[in-house]
C-alpha cells in the first residue's frame, strides 16, 4: 500500500511538474510573440528585400503566364491561413501546372536562365506540397515557393496588381519566414488562426 502511494504521489509531481513547464513555455511564446512586429505596418517606399534584374521589357505572353502562376499561389497561399490541408494540396498541383505553362523558349540568354532557375524552384516546392497532406510539411515548402513567386514577377513585372511580401519572425522555427500577398492585411500562412496577425509587410511591389 506504501509502495502504491509513493508512486501515486511521484506520478502526481511529475504531471504537474510537465503542466507548469508546457504552461511556461506557452507563455513565454505569447511574450515572444507580443514582441515581434504584426499588423498592418507598411514599409518605406524605397526597401527592397527581393533583388531581381529587369525584365519588365519582355513581350509575348510570358508575363500573363507568370502572372497566372501569381494567381494560384495566392489561393493556396489563403488555404494555408485557412489552415485546409486538402485544398492547399490541391492548389499546389495548380501551381505547378501553372509553372509548367510558361514559355521559357521564347526567353533569350539571362532572361530564359533566370526563368528557368525561379521557375524550377516553384515547381520544385510545388510538387513536394502536392505529395504532402499534412499542413507543416506544407507549410515548410511556403519559402522557397514565396520567394521564387515574388522574384520572377518583379523581374518581369507580372503583378496584376498590387503585391505585399510579408514576414513572420516567428516561422520556420523561428528563423523567420516570407510569404506573398495581395492584401495589406497581415494573415499568416505559417500559423493560421494560432498567429493570424503575427507578421509585417517588408516590400510593397506594384506593377510599372
Known sequence: MRKTLVAAALAAFIFTACTDSKQEAANEHADHHEGMAHGDNMPDATTIVVE????????????????????????????????????????????????????????EG??????????????????????AADLDLQRAQ????SEATFALTKAFGAANETLYYQHCPMANNDQGAYWLSSNKEI?????????????????????K
Open 52 to 107: 531581381t534584374p529587369d525584365y519588365t521589357s519582355v513581350n509575348g505572353p510570358v508575363k500573363e503566364q507568370i502572372a497566372a502562376v501569381v494567381d494560384s499561389y495566392l489561393k493556396l497561399k489563403d488555404n494555408l491561413v485557412a489552415s485546409d490541408a486538402g485544398k492547399a494540396q490541391a492548389d499546389a498541383k495548380e501551381v505547378k501546372a501553372a509553372a509548367e505553362k510558361v514559355e521559357v523558349s521564347a526567353l
Open 142 to 145: 511556403l519559402e522557397l515557393l
Open 110 to 131: 539571362e532572361q530564359k536562365t533566370f526563368a528557368e532557375e525561379r521557375l524550377s524552384e516553384v515547381k520544385q516546392a510545388a510538387s513536394a506540397m502536392a505529395e
Open 187 to 207: 494573415r499568416n500562412p505559417y500559423f493560421g488562426d494560432a498567429m493570424l496577425k503575427c507578421g509585417s509587410n517588408e516590400e510593397v511591389y506594384s506593377k
